[in-house]
């Protein structure tokens, strides 16, 4: 039912990054992405063994529809639907959320481990869809730019189906990625399994609770939300998904995610924040995350978190263990009790907080330098973070000094990396050059373990603040760059706060 939108003519940084290896690398992503566009809505049985657990609920969220529990339950069968997933149930799905749609509020419940093969149905405000463990599959040779659940036709358009929530518990949707034909190069990107949009520049907004649902095998993303999402979800999974488990692209959506968990072999960001799509005048979003574990695979890319215009976005007590990439415009990012491992691979990416004019705040989290490391030099440092305080969609942001603040955090090599053996240093936080103006990190009571060929690298330049006991293992401390006596690039303030641990050779020195 959906089609490829012409207007959707500029790929993604997410596609960028992809393919930074053959263009040039990290150099030529940055310069790339830096005007990307909006993303315009468009349109194999059995399962594969579990390859991660799902976390641990409190319970399900509260329908947003009171009323919802009162009104009539349909099922697919009893529109002719057959459940075995070989027969084409797509029309008896669509005509039994029809019938809700007709009576405003309503239940499709399916049938308990059936399997209801589905091309594309739509989806809208008031509907309940009641997995009850079945899965929806998606047929071979799928058209492309064709979304499997979709609002894109019925967003809401009225303040009484605003109030409204489309509720989808306790179901697994499969692509069936290996009867889709190709999809590395993103042949297949605008072919969602879930999309979810409200009505743009309107105050009519989607409101979406999902619970207990599986999204896997897709060619594409499992979850896009698009623009004015409110949506609660929790306990996701994402399997095998290419471009990412939950993919946010929209501008002013508000997201509540509790517990995510990812893996696979295909499954690109997993939880991809990437907002290039303005709605009512702002990319501006509020995203909240905890309890999401993303493991690492061979085609697995950084997790991507933006919050833009003033936006915020709260990370607690999760693992992204494949990269990540963490930017705002004038927001805040706030990541507490977390694992971050920084990766550097075949696809040219290295971990980043990009510094675009936000305040991003990493408390008591464990940073873990990682990649491909022994004996294969490297064109980058492997860091466990990365300041990039140069990529900017607006010039202005870098005239709004922010901060990038570690507090009692610690960084060490992945447990393969080892020290270094001929390649690229391994360190702690790399600043890869600014002007100290253009905002500072700072460095709050934490701790750079032995493996670390050095703790902070400011070759590049920037301005950083040490305050209250750091303690230092590495053989050397920090390096900076070979440059004139006075030289401003470099604003550093010590204050007292260096602590030598028994394998620290050396604090400073001047080089790069």
């Keep these: ?28 992503v940055l310069a790339a992405a830096g005007s990307s566009e909006a993303e315009t809505p468009t349109a194999a049985d059995p399962s594969p063994a579990d390859p991660v657990d799902l976390p641990t609920t409190d319970g399900a969220p509260e329908s947003a529809s009171a009323e919802a529990g009162l009104d009539r339950v349909h099922t697919p069968e009893e529109f002719g639907a057959v459940g075995d997933g070989v027969n084409d149930d797509t029309a008896a799905l669509q005509a039994a959320i029809d019938a809700v749609r007709e009576e405003g509020v309503g239940t499709v419940e399916l049938r308990r481990d059936a399997v209801y093969l589905v091309s594309s149905v739509d989806i809208q405000h008031g509907l309940t869809l009641e997995g009850n463990g079945a899965r929806i599959l998606r047929p071979a040779g799928h058209e492309n730019g064709v979304r499997t659940l979709t609002t894109q036709h019925r967003p809401a358009q009225t303040a009484q189906e605003h109030a409204r929530a489309i509720v989808l518990r306790n179901l697994t949707v499969d692509g069936a990625i290996q009867e889709q034909g190709a999809f590395r190069a993103y042949e297949q990107e605008q072919s969602s399994l879930i999309f979810l949009n409200g009505q743009k520049d309107t105050p009519h907004r989607q409101v979406v609770e999902i619970a207990d649902v599986t999204v896997m095998n897709s060619v594409s993303d499992g979850i896009h939300l698009w623009t004015a999402t409110d949506a609660t979800i929790t306990n996701l999974r994402g399997v095998d998904c290419f471009r990412g488990g939950l993919t946010i692209t929209g501008g002013d959506n508000r997201v509540r995610l509790r517990g995510y968990r990812g893996g696979g072999e295909f499954t690109g960001a997993h939880i991809d924040i990437e907002l290039d799509t303005l709605s009512n005048g702002r990319f501006h979003g509020d995203f909240e995350i905890d309890d999401a574990i993303v493991e690492d695979g061979p085609h697995t890319r950084p997790t991507d978190i933006e919050c833009g215009d003033g936006g915020r976005a709260v990370i607690t007590d999760s693992a992204f263990r494949s990269g990540f990439t963490m930017m705002g415009l004038n927001g805040t990012i706030e990541v507490t009790d977390c694992e971050l491992h920084g990766k550097d691979g075949s696809e040219g990416i290295v971990p980043r907080v990009v510094h675009r004019g936000d305040d991003v705040t990493f408390t008591r989290c464990d940073f873990r330098a990682h990649g491909t490391r022994v004996g294969t030099p490297r064109a980058e440092i492997l860091a466990g973070v990365r300041i990039q305080q140069t990529y900017s969609f607006d010039a202005a942001a870098l005239n709004n000094p922010r901060r990038v603040v570690f507090d009692r955090c610690t960084f060490s090599p992945a447990a393969a990396e080892g020290t270094n053996d001929g390649g690229e240093p391994v360190v702690g936080i790399w600043v890869a050059g600014a002007a100290p103006s253009a905002g500072q990190v700072i460095v709050r009571d934490s701790s750079f373990g032995q493996g670390l060929d050095h703790a902070v690298d400011l070759t590049l330049g920037g301005r950083l603040v040490l305050e209250g006991t750091n303690r230092i293992d590495s053989p050397l401390g920090f390096l900076v760059g070979s440059l004139p006596p006075g030289d401003r690039r470099f604003v550093i303030e010590e204050n007292g706060s260096l602590e030598a641990g028994p394998h620290n050779d050396e604090m400073w020195r001047r080089g790069g």
């Design 1 to 28: 039912m959906g089609t490829v939108n012409p207007d959707s003519s500029r790929p993604s940084r997410r596609r960028l990054l992809g393919t930074a290896a053959v263009t040039g690398g990290v150099a030529a």
